[in-house]
């Protein structure tokens, strides 16, 4: 036999891990269009100069190139091509590469019709994404991003809706325990301006990000390795305050005297929390947790994170505003814009973990209709057939077979039900219903099979 | 600006084509799911040796190649590099392609699952393929497949079933002018036993396939420029007999008292007819062609192809019964299965000229909730939230704006319904509900809103 493997870092998705990928998808598309999200989707492939230069020199690398097609190598210059390095070659063999997120295909989207667009325009997006990253556990080559993003307003009703998306989703999904971290940029700023360290921001939040994963002591160390020699008492003393919310903004209000930024972050935040009350919603699930910076120097305004408790990997939704989502191709056109993101793998997972799919996110029919000899074999067609007219999921053992045999079928593909076809049952216009679970069995009319398995299905 | 493109070949797909299309998938989808296809989904990429030589010469050169990552022309042979001939070294560069349909990968996921995998095994895959093919109106280089296939059973049961799923898919699509072609392999090899040119089968059922298309005196050219010589007349007496179903087939029968290939053919397709009579279904919109072919040595039995009436490219779906998905991969392994796909871009292209796609297929909200000041901006929150709560897709325009300026909005966005908020509406507790198209005006209660925007939505 021919060896035939998958390539790495890629999956297949079988019937099982389809169906709950499917809850998790229409949930969220559920709950997008709710809040008047409108679907997008863009062509797998970008020509390269659409990719290259929007995720850093690391991220250029991860980036999946693809072949020119025909004769490719023939107008490559033969010196060039004689050093063998790769880096030079490529432009002239590759133009066009696999789309590594969705943001940047959205911003070209946004740009080339932005005279057909109405503004604010708000979009959502469901769509694999490829990267060359090396693979790993819960890193993998090909995976989807869930993207929801407005853009054409300063409004703060757009960050207090994504809070709402974020609760109406885990409804839908069954999460209870979770938290949705937010925090300012602005605010992170006003921590840099008071340790006068206004020309080194990237690498404070780089650092207090980690506050949660290796404590006090080691972002300390990592921020004087850094050239941070000031006094950091004050910084820790913020990052620690204990107290709610309004506490907090209280308390950071009194820090952030003259600066500016830091001002307009907490109002923003403050605007936020408000409009949240204006919707009718509690903060409940809301943290303003002032060390969370998302390592971007991408956002400019709110940033979230959204974490699960009680799983391995909590971490499965992030977003913020950005002031510049269009200026990576056009300079003069400053769109604002506001989004987040589901991580469908690690939401799979956490669910998984906790056991909280519902019963029926299963990709099997409702109701397997088996038969005893051919004459209960024709009639049963009729049966099947009515049950689809009414919209239930069925099917017959295609061929004559064993009962026996037709029931390990039912119970290897997890079909809750099989209702059997036999003389008796001809004869009676009747039909037998069997629950797999239970093996309980019931005689049925068949205007009664349908309502039984409408109320089930 | 910089200049930003779409890949030639390519398309984005925007919000009033999203929804569009989501009607399609998602009712094909449901048809599926009811006759009891299991979803599956298959990455992108597949290794090279996958997929090259499943497609023919020309259909290897039309795989896309995706360059290997790192440093990919390091260990190329430095002679081999200076030919610069592409065919030489690509294998050297690339190793994964681009998915160039869903039956190889599905016949892929077959054999290296099929210890776990309980047959027969029903699945529905609806994705992406790619194929590097000069783009031209209706050709694309990216477009979906939507296939149904059922291995590990000869039962006709699973043909018959696909002239039902054709059936309830254009049921829920409101197309009713289309005719599902149906014929048999073994009858066209009959055909050919007639002619005594049985070696040269592939030749004369390209040839008769396009009978539709050219007529018959270009069809009779075309077999004599391949060498057929014999007398044709019996063979065009066939191909030109008028009659219902059964009358060709009592027809052939005479013809084909020798050919057991035939008189198989022809107890194949009373079989299946009788097997649709059995589930209560006419033959209504099914028609016996003896010419059709599809063109494909891969079929074994019945084949299927779909059209509709009235429209420019009227061929959406098409399909067959093969002995062979996994030999490819499994010389031993010997699966009979039968199959067929929709033609996504195809069915919507027709959908759209005989503008049948339902006025809610629609991607935008239902209700748009305005306001006149800040009082009535934050009022509105309530009211949209309220409306979320009871499923109902709504926004709020989401900053102060003159109420024109928010119609305008709602108008330029498709948006059926706008509620107006101001101070008359919150001192009474009423809401105005305006419906766009006709300009009427109704005030109402929030519940009586909720009830309304139910029956709409």
């Not at 679907?39 to 693809?66: R, V």
């Not at 740009?111 to 490829?130: A, D, L, M, S």
């Not at 008492?233 to 930024?261: A, C």
């Amino acid at each position: 036999m021919e060896k035939v493997s998958l390539p790495k870092g890629t999956r297949d998705f079988g019937p099982a891990q389809m169906a709950k990928r499917q809850f998790i998808f229409d949930s969220i598309r559920k709950v997008f269009q709710r809040y008047g999200f409108q679907p997008l989707e863009t062509p797998a492939m970008e020509n390269l100069s659409t990719l290259t230069g929007k995720y850093g020199e690391e991220g250029d690398q991860l980036l999946f190139k693809i072949l020119n097609s025909g004769d490719y190598l023939k107008d490559v210059d033969s010196v060039k091509l004689a050093t063998k390095d790769s880096r030079l070659i490529t432009n002239d063999i590759s133009e066009k590469g696999l789309r590594y997120d969705l943001t940047v295909p959205f911003a070209r989207y946004v740009v080339t019709n932005r005279h057909e667009i109405t503004f604010p325009f708000k979009r959502y997006q469901i769509q694999p994404v490829w990267r060359a990253d090396r693979p790993q556990k819960g890193r993998y080559r090909e995976f989807y991003q869930c993207d929801a993003d407005v853009v054409g307003t300063d409004s703060l009703v757009c960050e207090a809706e994504i809070i709402l998306m974020i609760k109406d989703a885990f409804k839908i999904l069954g999460i209870n325990d979770y938290i949705v971290k937010i925090n300012h940029r602005g605010i992170l700023s006003g921590l840099a301006e008071i340790l006068n360290a206004s020309a080194k921001e990237g690498s404070l939040f780089v650092a207090i990000d980690k506050l949660d994963k290796i404590g006090e002591e080691k972002v300390k160390e990592e921020l004087r390795a850094r050239g941070f020699d000031g006094d950091l008492s004050s910084l820790f003393e913020t990052l620690n305050f204990k107290g709610n919310t309004k506490q907090k903004i209280d308390f950071l209000g009194q820090k952030f005297t003259s600066s500016e930024k830091g001002k307009k972050g907490l109002s923003d935040l403050t605007e936020v929390l408000s409009l949240l009350a204006g919707f009718g919603a509690t903060d409940d699930h809301v943290e303003f947790d002032v060390a969370l910076a998302r390592g971007l120097s991408y956002y400019t305004g709110c940033i979230f994170e959204v974490k699960i408790g009680n799983v391995s990997i909590g971490s499965v939704s992030g977003g913020g505003r950005y002031d510049n989502l269009t200026a990576v191709f056009d300079a003069k056109e400053k769109s604002s814009g506001v989004g987040f993101s589901f991580g469908i793998d690690r939401l799979y997972d956490a669910m998984e973990e906790l056991n909280i799919f519902p019963k029926d996110a299963r990709a099997s029919s409702t109701v397997l209709v088996a038969h005893l000899d051919e004459q209960s074999f024709r009639h049963s067609l009729k049966i099947v057939q009515g049950l689809r007219e009414n919209e239930i999921s069925c099917e017959v053992y295609p061929e004559p077979a064993k009962v026996k045999k037709q029931l390990e079928y039912a119970d290897k593909k997890k079909i809750p039900f099989v209702v059997v076809i036999g003389s008796e049952e001809i004869r009676t216009e009747t039909v037998t219903l069997k629950k797999m679970e239970t093996g309980n069995q019931l005689t049925l009319s068949f205007p009664e099979l349908v309502t039984a398995m409408q109320l089930y299905k």
